[in-house]
């Protein structure tokens, strides 16, 4: 097992059987590893495997081949279920318990890991914007509720890896957001994340490294803000109390308060550039400072593509109506 | 143990809130105070019919409770991947069968104490007296019927909704009759036949012992020793088929 790593793969394989005879391979020696506070984005189109690979880690499967070391553990084990925690691709729960009831019957389940499980339940309620909802029964809630559910579910036990598939899908933009300050903040704390999404600006701001699934493994990993592409955004994080006088000569600029402290995220670069003088020049402290590279986009669908695509040409070319 | 009660918790709960359960209280409610007046035209045989009919009425309303929303609830959760958010907590699969089984065995004894009581008011109010020997009648019922509950729980482990319900009536079905299987391997001179009776028999569940419905009608109690060989067989048959069910889910992948 690589040294620090909360997960190392080695050599996955997995094959479903399709009827009788035939077997489809998914999986063929796929190897990865997530550090702690690490975010690995898993990227591959759909069937590529990304799921499989979660349900291998989670224990819901096993592999045919290969050796995965998951919190020191095996997928599977009581105490790595403990201090991990799973957002699946499409949750489902059972539709006649209300919000608050399924919160309490999982937080019961993992109850050992926390100080209060009803605290940590009504906590996350209020994080994920559940709170108006806690009395309504799962079958009533949209999909987007679902999901943030589901996500809260994920962060219960104060995981040390998270493991979340899909996890923006049917989010409004708003909560979207709100979605991904908490999972920087889990990042911050030191929690490591897999991830998988089709959505490349979400990676590009959750993940440290992107993994392109390619015939059942990695076929390219990618460094987000690798050297070579220029500076596109910068994120910066100033004290709370220190907000107003920042924002002083910028009135316009749109901050997010993260407990004691402003976050700035997404300033193009040139402008992050001009107010970091500013505030060193006040004596602002700057408690976080992260740049943001583009994403080799076109690297990256050539990846995943069957087949090669020009950089910069349409990913399909579109045929004419038929009359 | 924790693991267990708080999933059995969380069935019932659920369970309490299934439109289903309802329906068929609701149901057996109707049915039975139109018994209640259609008895009397029996003539002389009001109160007999009345305990029988109530008896076979709470018998087919927890059996379709085990096999509709036992089966039903099982096979739904599967297929919605209901599972997948509690098998990835610290819960072993076999905590996670056995709280799913309390669960059902919690709605089992929920339908039969709620149409005992039904049967109970309107016997009350029509002017029927009570059935002596009823609650050994209500306990046979839970015994026969939480086997059917090991039965869904076992197939519904390893196959769909239609072949669990199809797998579990026929194992009933031929529960009934594993009796008459004894009697065919006496009568029988293949060699090979009689053993193939006698392997079914042994394999079925003899639920021939849980048949006291028409002596308690008639007004005869089963013996104590009856009801404690009752008791007996059932915690085994329960405990092998659990155990089976668990050896099954144990080696399965969960999609």
């Given at each position: 097992m690589t040294d620090g790593a909360l997960l190392s793969v080695q050599d996955l394989a997995k094959s479903y059987r399709l009827g009788l005879r035939r077997r489809q391979s998914v999986l063929r020696g796929l190897?990865?590893?997530?550090?702690?506070?690490?975010?690995?984005?898993?990227?591959?189109?759909?069937?590529?495997?990304?799921?499989?690979?979660?349900?291998?880690?989670?224990?819901?499967?096993?592999?045919?081949?290969?050796?995965?070391?998951?919190?020191?553990?095996?997928?599977?084990?009581?105490?790595?279920?403990?201090?991990?925690?799973?957002?699946?691709?499409?949750?489902?729960?059972?539709?006649?318990?209300?919000?608050?009831?399924?919160?309490?019957?999982?937080?019961?389940?993992?109850?050992?890991?926390?100080?209060?499980?009803?605290?940590?339940?009504?906590?996350?309620?209020?994080?994920?914007d559940l709170s108006d909802v806690s009395r309504r029964e799962i079958r009533q809630l949209s999909r987007g509720t679902l999901q943030r559910v589901a996500l809260a579910l994920a962060l219960l036990s104060r995981p040390e890896l998270l493991i979340l598939d899909e996890p923006l899908?049917?989010?409004?933009?708003?909560?979207?957001?709100?979605?991904?300050?908490?999972?920087?903040?889990?990042?911050?704390?030191?929690?490591?994340?897999?991830?998988?999404?089709?959505?490349?600006?979400?990676?590009?701001?959750?993940?440290?490294?992107?993994?392109?699934?390619?015939?059942?493994?990695?076929?390219?990993?990618?460094?987000?803000?690798?050297?070579?592409?220029?500076?596109?955004?910068m994120d910066i994080r100033i004290p709370f109390e220190k907000s107003k006088e920042a924002r002083l000569d910028a009135p316009d600029l749109e901050g997010v308060r993260e407990g004691e402290t402003a976050a700035f995220r997404g300033l193009p670069f040139e402008r992050a550039q001009t107010l970091l003088q500013r505030w060193s020049?006040?004596?602002?402290?700057?408690?976080?400072?992260?740049?943001?590279?583009?994403?080799?986009?076109?690297?990256?669908?050539?990846?995943?593509?069957?087949?090669?695509?020009?950089?910069?040409?349409?990913?399909?070319v579109r045929e004419k109506e038929p009359a | 143990?924790?693991?267990?009660?708080?999933?059995?918790?969380?069935?019932?709960?659920?369970?309490?809130?299934?439109?289903?359960?309802?329906?068929?209280?609701?149901?057996?409610?109707?049915?039975?105070?139109?018994?209640a007046l259609v008895a009397p035209l029996t003539l002389g045989a009001r109160d007999k019919t009345f305990h029988d009919a109530a008896l076979a009425w709470i018998h087919v309303s927890a059996m379709l409770a085990m096999l509709v929303m036992g089966a039903w609830n099982l096979h739904r959760e599967r297929e919605r991947g209901i599972w997948l958010s509690v098998l990835t907590r610290p819960v072993s699969r076999q905590e996670f069968l056995l709280g799913r089984l309390s669960g059902l065995l919690g709605v089992l004894g929920l339908v039969i104490g709620a149409a005992a009581l039904i049967y109970l008011l309107i016997g009350w109010a029509t002017g029927v007296p009570l059935l002596p020997g009823l609650a050994v009648g209500l306990l046979y019922v839970f015994l026969e019927m939480s086997l059917l509950a090991g039965l869904v729980l076992l197939f519904s482990t390893f196959t769909g909704f239609a072949m669990?319900?199809?797998?579990a009536l026929a194992v009933f079905a031929a529960g009934h009759l594993s009796a008459d299987l004894l009697r065919f391997a006496a009568l029988t001179e293949s060699g090979f036949l009689r053993a193939l009776a006698l392997g079914a028999h042994w394999l079925l569940p003899h639920l021939e012992l849980y048949r006291v419905r028409n002596s308690l009608v008639g007004g005869s109690t089963p013996a104590p020793d009856a009801?404690?060989?009752?008791?007996?067989?059932?915690?085994?048959?329960?405990?092998?088929?659990?155990?089976?069910?668990?050896?099954?889910?144990?080696?399965?992948?969960?999609?």
């Open positions: 190897s990865l590893t997530v550090g702690r506070g690490e975010v690995y984005g898993l990227l591959g189109r759909n069937g590529a495997g990304k799921t499989t690979t979660f349900r291998l880690l989670t224990g819901l499967a096993r592999p045919e081949a290969g050796e995965i070391h998951i919190l020191g553990g095996r997928p599977g084990d009581r105490d790595v279920h403990l201090r991990l925690g799973y957002c699946p691709e499409n949750p489902q729960f059972p539709p006649n318990l209300t919000v608050r009831e399924l919160m309490r019957f999982h937080g019961a389940l993992v109850a050992s890991r926390l100080v209060t499980a009803r605290n940590r339940v009504d906590w996350l309620a209020a994080q994920f899908t049917a989010l409004d933009p708003l909560q979207r957001q709100r979605v991904i300050d908490i999972l920087l903040e889990q990042k911050r704390a030191g929690t490591g994340m897999i991830v998988s999404s089709h959505i490349l600006t979400e990676l590009e701001t959750l993940a440290d490294r992107l993994g392109v699934l390619k015939d059942g493994r990695i076929g390219r990993e990618i460094a987000v803000g690798a050297a070579g592409a220029a500076p596109v955004a020049a006040l004596g602002i402290p700057i408690l976080e400072l992260a740049e943001r590279r583009e994403l080799p986009a076109d690297e990256i669908l050539a990846s995943i593509a069957d087949e090669p695509v020009p950089a910069g040409a349409p990913s399909r | 143990m924790r693991n267990v009660a708080v999933l059995t918790l969380a069935g019932l709960r659920e369970a309490l809130r299934d439109r289903l359960l309802y329906s068929l209280l609701g149901l057996g409610a109707i049915l039975l105070c139109v018994l669990t319900l199809f797998l009801v404690l060989a009752a008791l007996g067989y059932t915690l085994l048959y329960f405990t092998a088929l659990v155990g089976a069910a668990a050896a099954v889910f144990a080696r399965r992948e969960i999609r």
